[in-house]
T-cell receptor, first 110, second 117 residues
């Protein structure tokens, strides 16, 4: 059974810092790994999707890496801004379904 | 245009009632999902439909019955509501088809906050 864990559970940083969010999963037989953002009271917004054959994906200030063999992914956020404050969720796609992590709640203060 | 829409956004009801949540996507996707997010914000899949066919049922009580009249709609009907059903329910869609990954980016609706009193 796939289990996905995210560390840290919460993170508070001043504006401008670079930061790393971690995601680990127990079963390396995945199709892809996805990072989402959830704002309070809102749905999830897809940030990045890394196929199992890929090592990383980049979008603007976001860079996600995938090490399938070790069951790890990181989401790197450069030059953080207050607008980045949200909960970040990673999810791994196995056969048929997406399994979500526990989330990291990020607060970027001005 | 909203890609994935859900109605209602909020639902407050008494124990024992029956209620439905509707979901529609205008992205042309073949696969739709229902997720439940509990009070601890943990998100877990409940159902998945591909082209109106049920492909995932994650040990959800049979009081929950999804219905897909066409591939753009996936509604969730809940019978005999219980206190533990209180949660936020999210609908989502993607182009994932069985073991063929097309474009698996999942698009989520805004959620329906269900409160059972």
């Amino acid at each position: 059974k796939q289990e996905v864990t995210q560390i840290p559970a919460a993170l508070s940083v001043p504006e401008g810092e670079n930061l790393v969010l971690n995601c680990s999963f127990t079963d390396s037989a995945i199709y892809n790994l996805q990072w989402f953002r959830q704002d309070p009271g809102k749905g999830l917004t897809s940030l990045l999707l890394i196929q199992s054959s890929q090592r990383e994906q980049t979008s603007g200030r976001l860079n996600a890496s995938l090490d399938k063999s070790s069951g790890r992914s990181t989401l790197y956020i450069a030059a953080s801004q207050p607008g980045d404050s949200a909960t970040y969720l990673c999810a791994v796609r196995g056969f048929q379904k997406l399994v979500f992590g526990t989330g990291t709640r990020l607060l970027v203060s001005p | 245009d909203t890609a994935v829409s859900q109605t209602p956004k909020y639902l407050v009801t008494q124990m024992g009632n029956d209620k439905s949540i509707k979901c529609e996507q205008n992205l042309g996707h073949d696969t739709m999902y229902w997720y439940k997010q509990d009070s601890k914000k943990f998100l877990k899949i409940m159902f998945s439909y591909n082209n109106k066919e049920l492909i995932i049922n994650e040990t959800v009580p049979n009081r929950f019955s999804p219905k897909s009249p066409d591939k753009a709609h996936l509604n969730l009907h809940i019978n005999s509501l219980e206190l533990g059903d209180s949660a936020v329910y999210f609908c989502a869609s993607s182009e994932f088809k069985g073991d063929r990954v097309l474009s698996d980016t999942q698009y989520f609706g805004p959620g329906t906050r269900l409160t059972v009193l």
